[in-house]
């Protein structure tokens, strides 16, 4: 099952709080971006956020699972997914963490 627009919409509307967010298309699913770190998935409309320590500690009890078969386990978010403020706080604790995108080597 691949995921509904509206999913994908309501995932965007309650990170509205993110800086330079962006989703977009990846192998059938989506992927999301903030300051250009990859820091999630939408698959079969359920959200999967990047695992991080800081992400872990503001969760507490933590659901894992992969988004898609042969993937790392990422942290499955559905309870929180109605509160904006709880999501958009794991998404900037996450981001924290994550490195900092690797420059895009020039073209010759």
Not at 70 to 95: C, M, P
Request: with cysteine.
């Amino acid at each position: 099952m691949a995921c509904t627009q509206a999913f994908i919409d309501y995932i965007v509307e309650q990170l509205a709080g993110i800086r330079d967010l962006v989703a977009k298309p990846m192998f059938g699913e989506y992927g999301i971006w903030a300051n250009g770190k990859f820091f999630a998935l939408i698959c079969n409309d359920q959200l999967f956020i990047k695992p991080t320590a800081n992400g872990r500690q503001y969760i507490g009890r933590v659901t894992e699972a992969p988004p898609y078969d042969g993937a790392k386990n990422y942290f499955l978010i559905e309870e929180k997914l109605d509160n904006s403020h709880w999501l958009s706080q794991l998404v900037r604790v996450t981001l924290e963490e994550l490195p900092a995108p690797k420059p895009k080597k020039k073209k010759n």
